[in-house]
């Protein structure tokens, strides 16, 4: 049943971690290394069952091939999962046994920040493995990713404006900003740097007050965010709000932010392409974070990374014209942007250095 399972979903390896002493039941799902290492955030949360906790490592994961392929990285898609209450079960026993499990995979999977981890969590795993990137700074690693991930949506922006309108002037239009967190509240500075008018909404009502004082936004309702007249809704809190009951108030021609998993549906994302609503794919908009983190294996460097998230403008556009060429919608068509790349590049049959050579070269040179 497990193997009908992951034969079914493409995955590569999964591993079941346990040590009863430190408290640790964990999941590492490996689905796919085409590309390269598999990388993917470490999330810990109190599932109900393990098979809720299996569900969500294999959809995670694999959602992380497809994220790091359209990012053009030059990385494979992972997650990992440890079955828990992040407020009550962390201990530095459960961070470095699952370090170790994670070392034992010899860089096959590298470890991140996901929901439920941070950077203190991170440094107990660093102690026992190279293979995590999301460290804290003073070991070389890239710090809070938001203002990178809300530059990327910018480029995401701008990308789709130029696909719909034919310009990239965001000055030019009104937007509609749900979520005025870390991303949100970058990404809504950026716009209006720009001149760009902004509505936004956040259920923290201090984040909003911030953003009409200090960014001179106009705020609106929770639930108001979907009616207001405007040019472009970007989802920037939770996954989801773009569904069955919102459709129909959505105003915006163009759906573009910097959440997860937008759509509640794929039906959804039929249904915005039948309406001439341009969405532009949540994980392509929102790669700056994996990027940033993606430039901690081969040692940080924030100019590279700035270069980096201006890419997002062409794979943004790629996807266009992706879907207009097959004549798909663009949910569907990030996803094969994806998989032709994965496609093309595991054709190659010239042999790779791989990551020990280049270390080896990197030795030679030293001596
Ligand atoms: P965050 O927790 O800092 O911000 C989310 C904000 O949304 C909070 O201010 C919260 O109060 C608000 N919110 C929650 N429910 C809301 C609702 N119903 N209506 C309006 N506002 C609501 O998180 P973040 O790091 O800014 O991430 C935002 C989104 O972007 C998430 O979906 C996240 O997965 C995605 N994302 C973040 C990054 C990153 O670099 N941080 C990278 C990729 C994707």
Known sequence: MLFETIATTGHEQVVFCQSKDAGLKAIIAIHNTVLGPALGGLRM??????????????????????????????????????????????????????????????????????????????????RETEFVTGVHQVHGGSGDPSPFTAFGAL??????????????????????????????????????EQGAKVFVTDINKEAVQRCVDELGCEAVGIDEIYDVDCDVFS??????????????????????????????????????????????????????????????????????AMRMMRSIYYN????????????????????????ERINAIGKIKLPTMGNDGARFLGRMRGQ
């Open 45 to 126: 949360w109190p599932y109900k069952t393990d098979e809720e906790a299996l569900n969500d490592v294999l959809r995670l994961s694999r959602g992380m091939t497809y994220k790091n392929a359209v990012a053009g990285l030059n990385l494979g898609g992972g997650k990992a999962v440890i079955i828990g209450d992040p407020a009550k079960d962390k201990s530095e026993a459960l961070f470095r046994s699952l370090g170790r499990f994670v070392n034992s995979l010899h860089g096959r999977y590298i470890t991140a920040e996901d929901v439920g981890i941070d950077v203190n969590d991170m440094e107990y795993v660093y």
């Open 316 to 339: 943004v556009g790629r996807i266009f014209q992706i879907a207009d060429r097959d004549g798909i919608p663009t949910y569907k068509a990030a996803d094969r942007m994806a998989e």
């Open 155 to 192: 480029q995401g922006v701008m990308a789709t404006l130029n696909y719909k309108h034919g310009n990239e002037d965001v000055g030019k239009y009104r937007f509609a900003v749900q979520g005025a967190g870390h991303v949100g509240s970058e990404f809504i500075k950026l716009l209006r």
């Open 235 to 304: 989802p920037c809190a939770l996954g989801g709000t773009v569904n069955e009951q919102t459709i129909d108030r959505i105003k915006a021609k163009i759906i573009c932010g910097a959440a997860n998993n937008q759509l509640s549906t794929d039906q959804i994302g039929d249904e915005l392409m039948k309406r001439g609503v341009v969405y532009a794919p949540d994980y392509a908009v929102n790669a700056g974070g994996v990027m940033n983190v993606s430039l901690e294996i081969d040692g940080y460097n924030r100019e590279r």
